[in-house]
């Protein structure tokens, strides 16, 4: 059996630690394109076995690796997308993006060239808060990968073109289809240091059971969304009335003996988590605006808790540094 050290008859990979060092960009571009960290890590080992079915002489052949490594990923990315969409469809409550624990800094040296606006340009950052993640759910899978290969990682419309298998002109009307799906539901969120105090006062107000201090932080029109994909219970439908949810939240920790609510970072954003007995059981995300809570979103599905609940083996040192994204020129 031959090993990513030992692609053939024994003989060491040149080309190895090049290789390899594509891994935690193509994981990062993955999450952004299927907001499964899981699903994610998947498509990746299946991009890196691709690239070991070719032949030495095939892989010498390839002028850019990590070039071929991307195109491949994004390839699977759409196809996993298609396929998403249908299995989601049959999913049990509604579908939340997987949220990532902390540490994590999304930062990264953008790579230049690109006709994008300024103002319409996201940040590293940016793309993994889950409000955004949300939004790209809407899109079509093209317009997904054309907008997050272009508009976030920069990539060319010539090499976007490449990986979804249309015109340069084609993935620019995609991508500008999609940045407007971004711009309708964009809303301007405070800086963290602000929604950390936000999220604290409501955590304060939700242990004191002070149903008028919750009602006082959320905004009339909130949004409650649950995800326990059929394996924990949960609201099925988005609650959508402030005094209802407090009232709710006020229920939840009035009903479970033992339940502690710690402040955590949750996709790079100031969240909470639900823990029983030492184990997360919930994990929220919260999107803010003009100092009120506009968004909760309530991760219960344990498939999703892996990274933090300790039950699953991968390290989670590909999400410690987006310092170490590299960027195409």
Not at 220 to 233: E, I, K, N, Q
Request: charged share 25%; proline share 6%; with cysteine.
């Amino acid at each position: 059996m031959t090993t990513p050290s030992e692609p053939g008859h024994g003989r060491p990979d040149p080309n190895l630690d090049a290789i390899m060092s594509e891994r935690r960009q193509l994981t990062h571009l993955a999450y952004r394109l299927l907001g499964s960290l899981a699903e994610a890590e998947d498509a990746v080992q299946e991009t890196y076995a691709r690239w070991y079915t070719l032949s030495p002489q095939q892989r010498q052949a390839v002028e850019s690796p990590g070039a071929w490594l991307t195109k491949v990923a994004g390839r699977i990315c759409l196809n996993v997308l298609g396929s998403a969409r249908a299995r989601r469809e049959n999913y049990v409550g509604a579908w939340i993006p997987e949220p990532l624990p902390a540490p994590v800094e999304w930062s990264g040296t953008q790579a230049g060239g690109t006709t994008v606006d300024p103002a319409d340009r996201v940040t590293l950052d940016e793309s993994i808060d889950m409000a955004f993640l949300v939004v790209l759910e809407s899109m079509t899978p093209a317009e997904r990968v054309a907008f997050i290969l272009h508009d976030v990682f920069r990539y060319p419309f010539a090499e976007v073109a490449d990986i979804v298998g249309r015109t340069p002109a084609a993935c620019r009307k995609l991508a500008s289809s999609a940045r407007r799906r971004i711009r309708v539901s964009r809303t301007p969120a405070p800086p963290n240091a602000q929604q950390a105090v936000i999220v604290r006062n409501f955590k304060q107000a939700w242990e004191a059971k002070d149903i008028d201090a919750l009602i006082g932080l959320l905004d009339p029109d909130v949004t409650a969304t649950g995800d326990g994909g059929g394996l924990a219970t949960t609201v099925r439908r988005p609650v959508e009335d402030a005094e209802q949810l407090a009232r709710g939240l006020v229920d939840l920790v009035g009903r479970l003996a033992g339940l502690r609510i710690l402040e955590r970072t949750v996709n790079g954003r100031p969240g909470l988590v639900a823990q029983r007995d030492g184990v997360i059981v919930t994990v929220y995300a919260f999107g803010i605006a003009d100092d009120r809570i506009t968004h909760i979103w309530a991760v219960r599905n344990p498939e999703k808790l892996r990274r933090w609940t300790g039950g699953h083996s991968t390290s989670t040192s590909l999400w410690t540094s987006g310092s170490d994204v590299a960027h195409r020129s």
